[in-house]
């Protein structure tokens, strides 16, 4: 079977860009547009081969899917899931307008599992309003010639909108539930690793800002996960290089101080008697005694 040409069509109440070549087996975009439905249209997808994610931009109508019936509005956003029929039509009084993006691909439904979305919640109420997903779904139809860098550029903006939404109602969900997309055991590894390359300039803020969670559930992983807090970590962490330093090296306290993050090396010293119950230089000087010792 031949390959479906692209199509691109724009009349009053209706542009959109059909058949989109494919250009990458990860996430591809099939179809978009935008659409003011005319009072009570209907469209009957019996079974869908890709998802379909439709941004109301005004107006009201109704979908129903697997038996149920979703009363919808301006800034809901509702998916027509791949291989679920399903129904919907504008209201009669007050037809809605949309906005539509057709994808599929090996990542769409781990990527739409990130949103909300799926047939067994196939409509949400937008976290910011859908007009701002206008100039991205308009840069998708903008680029109707056929370049191979209006293809590449397709993809782009694909991504683009399923990012922002991710993003947006994922803000909302973890403000609510403190939860978030990655397992405890992937930040936490995240944290050490960025730790390991910044340990000399960072803060317990910046560890959480890198990795995407709030301070308090950065805290809350490390104590479970390593039994100490991240500022305690990151100290220690300190310490440990300028144990090294000091027992490897001819660096000057002051030079090792600021080397580890420290700009006060009174503060240095005094952080690292806590931790050693002696001052940096008489620990020198005790690893050099002892070393003097065990050569004898």
Sequence with gaps: MSEKQTTYKNVAGFRCLRNIKRQTNDLYLVHCGIQQCPPDYTYNHKIPNEHHLHFILSGAGVLEIGGKRHILKTDDIFLIPKGHPILYHADHQNPWEYMWITFDGEMAEAYLSYTGLSAETPAIHSQIPNQLYLPMIRKILDTNQLTFANEIKRVGYLYEILSTLIEMQNSLRTSRKNQYDYSIDTYVDYALQYIKLNYDHIRVQDIADYIGINRSYLTSIFKKQLHVSPQE?????????????????????????????????????????QEYGMSPRHFREEKKKNEKTESI
Excluded: C, W
């Design 233 to 273: 970590y990151l100290m220690r962490y300190r310490l440990n290089i300028a144990v090294h330093r000091l027992t490897a090296t001819s660096q000057s306290i002051q030079e090792i101080a600021t080397s580890i993050g420290y700009d006060n090396p009174l503060t240095f010293s005094k952080i690292f008697k």
